[in-house]
């Protein structure tokens, strides 16, 4: 499955950065805050996963209702 802590650090470096840069509504933020949530339900961390989500949630429910179906993809799948 590979090296998931690394996958998790690197992913939380990018959502840092992601969201310093770019600011907590662009797509490549929502991108690295689902890679994270990713990471940690891999290594069995879901409550660390369902708070990372939860903070992003309003993020990814304005992206889908822009009707950015790729966004709403995203959204369907981690809140389900």
């Known amino acids: ?5 690394g996958s998790e650090v690197t992913y939380r470096e990018a959502r840092e950065r992601t969201t310093r840069v770019l600011g907590i509504d ?27 989500l939860a903070a992003a949630e309003a993020s990814f429910r304005e992206a889908a209702s822009k009707n950015d179906q790729g966004e709403l993809r995203v959204l369907l799948l981690v809140l389900s």
Request: aromatic share 6%; hydrophobic share 40%.
């Open 1 to 5: 499955l590979g090296d998931l802590p």
């Open 26 to 52: 662009h797509p490549f933020t929502r991108t690295s805050t689902q890679g994270l949530a990713e990471a940690l339900m891999a290594q069995k961390k879901y409550a660390e996963a369902e708070s990372v």
